[in-house]
């Protein structure tokens, strides 16, 4: 969307600055419906809202008439919350209002508002197949990842295909702590692995992780 309010299918930014909750809905409001073949564009128009401290985040994307995604996320604390797909005009601005209402944006979290789904992001090392041996065995290594773990899903994956959470303490075998992920996709068994350099992120992946999952996915390791 240009300056203009013109919708065109480009990923450029717009920044109008501080705002006032007033002119954020009134600036919502101003958003034209999506044009013909809309459903072929990667999203709708997107505000995002920061909050004072910089350290949250609320995202209202225009999905259609009165049809909103409303995305909430605190960098300083890895929250992210969904607070609808498909909210309506009037939960958009309660949701607003929420986010406005304290500094951090903490108001717009599960608890204090009815949310779809909500979740944290933790900084993890995901085990990826980086080639093959002569033997056609794969070749296994380390690459930059992000685990999110939501009450719907872990690393992506619907908690009702989850068949188990394993915790691995570190060992002289293994320097990290490790998390793995067993699920079932298509009549199969799947494993996922992430490892954790940072041990303040796992201890707090430790604390969470209950939060959102059933105990009974849970086991721990030595």
Request: proline share 7%.
């Amino acid at each position: 969307m240009d300056e203009s309010r013109r919708i065109f299918n480009s990923c450029e930014n717009l920044d109008f600055g501080l705002l006032e909750l007033d002119d954020v809905i009134d600036l919502i409001k101003s958003i034209p419906p999506p044009p013909p073949g809309y459903e072929e564009w990667d999203c709708g128009v997107t505000i995002t809202i920061e909050s004072e401290d910089g350290k949250a985040y609320v995202m209202v994307t225009m999905n259609g008439m009165d049809d909103y995604t409303v995305l909430k996320y605190d960098e300083g604390t890895g929250e992210e919350v969904l607070v609808g797909s498909s909210a309506t005009f009037n939960e958009v601005v309660e949701a607003l209002k929420a986010f406005y209402s304290t500094p951090t944006g903490r108001a717009l979290a599960p608890g204090r508002v009815k949310v779809e789904e909500y979740g944290m992001n933790y900084r993890a090392e995901v085990k990826v197949i980086i080639g093959y041996d002569e033997h056609g065995e794969p070749i296994t290594g380390w690459d930059e990842g992000n685990l999110n773990v939501t009450n719907r899903s872990v690393a992506g994956i619907p908690l009702n295909a989850v068949k188990a959470i394993k915790l691995l303490e570190p060992s002289p075998e293994r320097p990290y702590p490790q998390l793995v992920i067993e699920y079932e996709e298509g009549g199969r068994l799947w494993a996922i692995t992430f490892r954790f350099k940072d041990l303040s992120t796992y201890q707090r992946l430790l604390t969470d992780l209950p939060r959102f999952v059933p105990q009974g996915l849970i086991s721990r390791e030595w």
